[in-house]
């Protein structure tokens, strides 16, 4: 029933900073909790970010917090994933997600193409 799509993604040197957006669609548009996650080569699906839909609640991973911010327009329907001081490891493809029950669920229920984002000098 939801539709998103991610850009900003590209290569960045270590210390850059990318913003990733997640612009999503649908018959219905609120009560959506958006969700970060990476995956990298040969490693598991990882949770970076999310935004509550009920009170706009904010939560990080520790290997990003301080680093990235994740916001809202809900004028454009899109998310947000703003992403500064990159390092290496913060390499992979990442995508967003959305599921009505919460920003903790083991699995998010409609999931985007992704994006790959690249640190490297």
């Known amino acids: 029933q939801l539709q998103l799509v991610e850009s900003g993604g590209g290569l960045v040197q270590p210390g850059g900073s990318l913003r990733l957006s997640c612009a999503y669609s649908?018959?219905?548009?609120?009560?959506?909790?958006i969700g970060w996650f990476r995956q990298a080569p040969g490693k598991e699906r990882e949770g970076v970010s999310c935004?509550?839909?009920?009170?706009?609640?904010?939560y990080y991973a520790t290997s990003v917090k301080g680093r990235f911010t994740i916001s809202k327009d809900n004028a454009k329907n899109t998310v947000y994933l703003q992403m500064n001081s990159l390092k290496p490891e913060d390499t992979a493809v990442y995508y967003c997600?959305?599921?009505?029950?919460?920003?903790?669920?083991?699995?998010?229920?409609?999931w985007g193409q992704g994006t790959q984002v690249t640190v490297s000098s």
């Open positions: 997600a959305a599921d009505r029950t919460g920003c903790f669920v083991n699995n998010f229920r409609y």
């Open positions: 935004i509550s839909s009920s009170d706009g609640s904010t």
């Open positions: 649908g018959p219905t548009l609120d009560y959506w909790h």
